[in-house]
């Protein structure tokens, strides 16, 4: 059984995703169209069932138009966090590289079509 954090966050994200697919008039098919998802991983994540990959979350954050960290600051705005300097450092250079990897794999995919 997950632990209340998860069960927040999880709730948190999911309230918000689907307030944003509302917003932007998205059906959950088009979202995940968008996201290069299906739209049961969204359906998913809307119903707290699934917690979106790394990889998902940034594409959802691309197609709303907004940072990966204004959504973490909506999403668990309600979370008191102390992370320590060395945490920070691990965690940004975590974040760094998944970004690059995303990035690399997007423009690899792009040469491969032209």
């Given at each position: 059984m997950p632990n209340q954090d998860f069960q927040?966050?999880?709730h948190n994200l999911g309230k918000l995703s689907k307030d944003l697919r509302?917003?932007?008039?998205?059906?959950?098919?088009?979202?995940?169209k968008l996201a290069g998802v299906s739209r049961s991983v969204i359906a998913d994540m809307e119903q707290e069932k699934r917690f979106p990959s790394m990889l998902t979350l940034l594409k959802l954050c691309d197609v709303f138009g907004i940072t990966?960290?204004?959504?973490?600051?909506?999403a668990f705005h309600?979370?008191?966090?102390?992370?320590?300097?060395?945490?920070?450092?691990?965690?940004?250079?975590t974040l760094r590289n998944?970004?690059?990897?995303?990035v690399t794999d997007a423009a690899i995919s792009k040469l491969r079509k032209e």
């Open positions: 927040n966050e999880l509302e917003m932007f008039k998205l059906s959950q098919t088009r979202l995940g990966p960290a204004e959504l973490a600051a909506e309600d979370w008191e966090i102390t992370v320590s300097k060395a945490e920070r450092s691990l965690m940004h250079k998944s970004f690059h990897k995303v």
